[in-house]
């Protein structure tokens, strides 16, 4: 069993950053879990992928491109956490931002929330013109 905890929301201007932090907890989390993800949901809409990035081995990081360029994903294994930080936020970035963890494999990239194992409570994200 594990348990994912996002923090680091809020409330931001356009033009201005954030950054987003996950803690897994669980003893055997590292031992199954393939990749870490971020995710957002803005009302009326559906569930998008924003970033993953690989558990283990060699960093693979994969973004949506609305986040190519602004947002960054990153892993610290040793604390069991992943982060998103978020730079040049728009308005249309508002949304709730999920945490989700992985554990299949697949040969493809894990873009999709239905490849997510675990899920976080979610941290909300406003962005104000």
């Known amino acids: 069993q594990v348990q994912l905890v996002e923090s ?8 201005g950053s954030l950054r987003l932090s996950c803690a897994a907890v669980g003893r055997t989390f590292s031992s199954y ?22 558990w283990s081995g060699v ?9 190519k360029g602004r947002f960054t ?5 040793a604390k069991n956490m992943v ?15 999920y945490c989700a963890a992985r ?4 040969g493809t990239p894990p873009l999709s ?5 675990y899920w976080g409570q979610g941290t909300q994200v406003t962005v104000s013109s």
């Open 8 to 15: 680091g929301g809020g409330l931001v201007q356009a033009g």
């Open 33 to 54: 879990v393939t990749a870490m993800g971020w995710f957002r949901q803005a009302p009326g809409k559906e569930r998008e992928f924003v970033a993953a990035i690989s």
């Open 59 to 67: 960093t693979v990081s994969y973004y949506a491109a609305p986040a």
């Open 73 to 77: 994903i990153s892993r610290d294994n």
């Open 83 to 97: 982060y998103l930080q978020m730079n040049s936020l728009k308005p249309e970035d508002t949304a709730v931002y």
């Open 103 to 106: 554990s299949r494999t697949s």
């Open 113 to 117: 929330p239905a490849e997510y194992d």
